[in-house]
């Protein structure tokens, strides 16, 4: 088999073929795709029916393993449907059942249909995040990804000046707060406070330049609120038009890897209370931004 590429997007977005990331990786094979994912930022691999164990043993190409705890989520260690390693992207329970409408954790999850980069509210924001879809409902739950440096290029000079230093305050509950849900217990205040994250950041690799935009930025360093709200509002949509969106048509046992330091993505619409969503995603932990 030869690895192929096909482009998905004029900006970004490949889709690679060839390879069965089942199997272990030669060298080779690892470098190359090392050096798509800097190109392309989004890597496609269709048909890839991976165990848990499978998943974990292909993402370790990247880096590190970010371990899912109480800083990612709400979920208690004993509620916990998928092993440390993974952060549960689905909809169901630990008894595989659809979470309730009223849900918290139902609730809490809805915010993946916000734009956003995976934990930008870690001191360490994710660098890598592979998406395995094992089940997927027969309408909707698409993908949306957005290129954050194509819009960052294209910023007049008034405005990279006026951004080029900032820092912004990233939290779960920043992000929560947006679709009113205010309500956090002592402890996930505490696991949840504010972390800095510059707003303008450089990638390792290809010294492009991005936004590091996410719905868990809330504040602006220096900023009042309002106006470091109205500045993130405005540059969220600006980098968020449709020529720099490509919306992923999951099918079952895709597996999508994404570069957060360079993308923001958002869940969409589906019948979440009746049918079952089965994402699961390892993530590779980054460096400060
Ligand atoms: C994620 C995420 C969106 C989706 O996996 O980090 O936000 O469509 N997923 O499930
Ligand atoms: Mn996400």
């Known amino acids: 088999m030869k690895l192929k590429i096909r482009k998905m997007h004029p900006l970004f977005v490949a889709e690679v073929t060839g390879v069965n990331i089942t199997e272990p990786l030669t060298k080779e094979i690892q470098s190359k795709l090392q050096e798509l994912i800097d190109q392309n930022g989004i890597l496609v691999f269709r ?18 393993i970010e371990i899912a705890n109480n800083k990612n ?10 092993s440390n390693m993974f952060s549960d992207i689905s909809n169901l329970n630990k008894h595989d059942e659809v979470h309730q409408q009223e849900s918290r954790q139902r609730i809490f999850n809805l915010g993946n249909r916000i734009w956003h980069s995976d934990s930008s509210f870690r001191p360490n924001p994710a660098r890598y995040s592979l998406l395995s879809a094992r089940e997927i409902p027969a309408k909707g739950g698409d993908t949306q990804y957005a290129d954050m440096h194509s819009p960052y290029e294209n910023l007049t000079s008034t405005m990279k000046n006026l951004i080029a230093d900032l820092q912004c305050e990233h939290s779960l509950m920043y992000s929560r707060a947006r679709l009113g849900m205010d309500y956090f217990t002592e402890q996930e205040k505490e696991d949840f406070k504010p972390v800095l994250q510059p707003l303008v950041r450089t990638h390792p690799a290809t010294r492009r330049k991005s936004l590091f935009l996410a719905s868990h930025a809330g504040r602006i360093v220096d900023w009042p609120v309002t106006e470091a709200k109205l500045l993130l509002e405005e540059l969220t949509e600006i980098a968020t038009q449709r020529e720099y969106v490509y919306t992923h048509q999951w099918k079952r046992y895709d597996l999508v890897m994404w570069d957060n330091r360079r993308t923001m993505h958002r869940a969409t619409r589906f019948e979440d209370t009746k049918e079952k969503r089965d994402m699961r995603r390892t993530t590779i932990a980054g460096d400060p931004a």
């Not at 989520?73 to 998928?82: G, P």
């Open 73 to 82: 989520n709400i979920t208690k260690q004993e509620d916990r449907r998928l």
């Open 47 to 64: 048909d890839q029916n991976v165990t848990d164990e499978q998943q974990v043993a292909f993402s370790r190409n990247f880096g590190e």
